[in-house]
């Protein structure tokens, strides 16, 4: 590490200073700074330094995602994701305590109820259960409540299990571990045709992490740059993704499970929800029937909670989360978990989006599109009838009504610039939009310019984190 000379880290116990030791092994090089700018969904510089230092725990999606994109060997990622799963593991479920397996209950905490109706605060927090997690017919939990991993070739392949099971870590930087075989099962690519010539990054490395469901709805998939994918996972209907954490919902129960990184590791960690959401490494689920929001982490000893009343839809990006309220009182509320209190912002709409820096609107009978201008109840119109809204990092777009085809918003009110066709489905990213041909045949990628690249073949759906 550049500058001040680092101390070794020491946490509250053997575990939480291995993950330390870990991260700054896989990091060394980098400043906290450096990992505060780069990382800054995740964490700021004092955030990294704590986890650096052992001083907090560093979550198991943030070390995942940070192996992710630093270690450039495949192998040796396969070795450091073991090694953090077993750590995890560890702390999660100590000597002597019983990891929870499928059909446990989680306990529920206590959290501010909201979003309130039109004219009111929040109400008095409560004390709900939280959703329990049951056995799953169609993702395959075992007894631990975890997926089974793909079965590794045996040879070199056991050589990594063991690696990681020992605690074997690497002693001379990245890239010191030896030949070893990956997944049996981990290299399946959906694709059925050669796509054609590439543009932006399509053709080389994936710029973001890209994830799909097969037609079929039969395996969930890593987009790994040009036209190669990777199974991650298997059966699966909906996908929600944000800052390293992906979700997948089960075609079959609809309990919703979380990837650990590991192609074919999953966690089960709660039953059917009518939405979901991912936004400051948490995931947000609305009850089946409405009547409550929760918020769910990864960290030890959290469970669900209950952080709000009735609402209708959920969305999500970065560090912010707003609702819909109930049918009939749909307004949008923006949560301040600081608080834990919900904030009043808009009348109903036929749909809403955000992508980070703004709020956007559509009229209830779709004739126009509205940006919020940062006060209460201060919106801007920049745009006239639409489909459907669709916001990210890299921009805003809308979806003509009649024709289907998407528009950008170009930062000035009624300046919009035509792309192409939505497709079945479309996502945003932080650099490029992605979508689903109308036919579900194909996978695509296109930039703020319109230009489209095939990457893929038959998907259900398809999910970008950001």
Known sequence: MAGREQRAPRGESEDLTELAKLLCQV??????????????QLGGKSTWAKYRSGGQAVPRHVLLRVID???PDERTRLVLAARVEDLWQRIEHPPGQAAAGPGAAPAATTGADGPPAPG???????RP??????????????????????????????????????????????????????????????????APTPQGTAGGAAAEHVYAVTADHGAVLRWDGGTAWTTVGGRADRLFTGQGLLFATDPDTHAVFRYDGVPGSWTNVGTPGADFAVGRGALYSLAPDSSMVLAWNEVPGSSWARIGGPAARLYAHGGDLFATGPAGKEDLFHYTDADGSWHHLSGPAAAFAVDGRHVYRLAPDRSGIWQWDGTVESWTRIGGPAADLYAGGVGLFATDPATGRISRYDGTPGS?????????????????LYRIAPDHGSVWQGDRDGHWTRIGGPASTVAVDR
Do not use: K
């Open 120 to 126: 009111e605060g929040p109400t008095a927090a409560s």
């Open 416 to 432: 919009w610039t035509a792309i192409g066709e939505a497709g079945s489905d479309l996502v945003v990213g932080d650099h490029f």
């Open 27 to 40: 990091t060394n090089g980098l400043t906290v700074r450096a990992l505060g700018e780069r990382y800054h």
């Open 129 to 194: 259960d939280g959703p329990e997690p049951p056995r799953s017919a169609g993702v395959r939990p075992s007894d631990t409540g975890r997926l089974r991993r793909p079965r590794l070739i045996l040879g070199a392949g056991a050589a990594v299990l063991a690696l990681a099971a020992t605690g074997v870590l690497l002693s001379h930087g990245v890239g010191s571990v030896g030949h070893a075989d990956r997944p049996a099962e981990a290299a399946a690519a959906p694709p059925q045709a050669p």
């Open 69 to 71: 994109d630093l270690v």
